[in-house]
Nanobody, 125 residues
Framework: QVQLVESGGGLVQSGGSLRLSCAAS????????MGWFRQAPGKEREFVAA???????FYADSVKGRFTISRDNAKNTVYLQMNSLKVEETAVYYC???????????????????WGQGTQVTVSS
């Protein structure tokens, strides 16, 4: 089992920045990549970014150039730096872990084995 705990969410104005953290514990050696997803009310869970244990990042087109995913393997922690936030990016942000090595699977929630409880990000106008 892998436990994931997100933190860093909150309220920010449009154009502002937030940094999310996801601390992993348990059998973290079984995970190959970590991902961030978000889900707004009434919408499906949406891929935001992922990163392999080799530090190779992947991004949704909508966040490229504004969001940066990183990880500290020594701390078993993944970060999501979010800049130039938009009102429509208000959502619950989830951290997830997968044992999949094929990057084409990272976009799909069903590819992930473990999920955190989520952290609310609210972007005001």
């Amino acid at each position: 089992q892998v436990q994931l705990v997100e933190s860093g969410g909150g309220l920010v104005q449009s154009g502002g920045s937030l940094r999310l953290s996801c601390a992993a514990s348990g059998r973290t050696a079984s995970t190959y990549a970590m991902g961030w997803f978000r889900q707004a009310p009434g919408k499906e869970r949406e891929f935001v970014a992922a990163i392999r244990w080799t530090y190779e990042p992947f991004y949704a087109d909508s966040v490229k150039g504004r969001f940066t995913i990183s990880r500290d393997n020594a701390k078993n922690t993944v970060y999501l730096q979010m800049n130039s936030l938009k009102v429509e990016e208000t959502a619950v942000y989830y951290c997830a872990a997968t044992s999949q090595s094929s990057s084409h699977l990272y976009w799909f929630p069903s590819s992930y084995d473990y999920w955190g409880q989520g952290t609310q990000v609210t972007v005001s106008s």
